[in-house]
Nanobody, 123 residues
Framework: QVQLVESGGGLVQAGGSLRLSCAAS????????MGWFRQAPGKEREFVAV????????YYADSVKGRFTISRDNAKNTMYLQMNSLKPEDTAVYYC????????????????WGQGTQVTVSS
């Protein structure tokens, strides 16, 4: 089992940047596929980015491709999401998720979730 804690959210103007972190507990972090998801008010939780355990396989939602970068540091048990050129439509609660499976963008495939961190982008 793994516990996840997100940090780094906040309020930023459109065009700005934020870096989210997801700190994981447990000795087996390096064996988990990790993902970022987000949920805006009144909307379903949606996929943002995913990275496999080696960092060699990465996928992004089309809406964030070219602006967001996912990465992980297995030595620090931490995953990151660098968000650049933020837009008001990026406003949401951002969640990190983990599970042991092949890289997937499907929300229901992840058993472990953090509590979320709020990202608000003002226009």
């Amino acid at each position: 089992q793994v516990q996840l804690v997100e940090s780094g959210g906040g309020l930023v103007q459109a065009g700005g940047s934020l870096r989210l972190s997801c700190a994981a507990s447990g000795r087996t972090f390096s064996t988990y596929t990790m993902g970022w998801f987000r949920q805006a008010p009144g909307k379903e939780r949606e996929f943002v980015a995913v990275i496999n355990w080696t960092g060699g396989r990465i996928y992004y939602a089309d809406s964030v491709k070219g602006r967001f970068t996912i990465s992980r540091d297995n030595a620090k048990n931490t995953m990151y999401l660098q968000m650049n050129s933020l837009k008001p439509e990026d406003t949401a609660v951002y969640y990190c998720a983990a599970d042991r499976h092949t890289t997937t963008t499907v929300t229901s495939a992840y058993r472990y979730w953090g509590q979320g961190t709020q990202v608000t982008v003002s226009s």
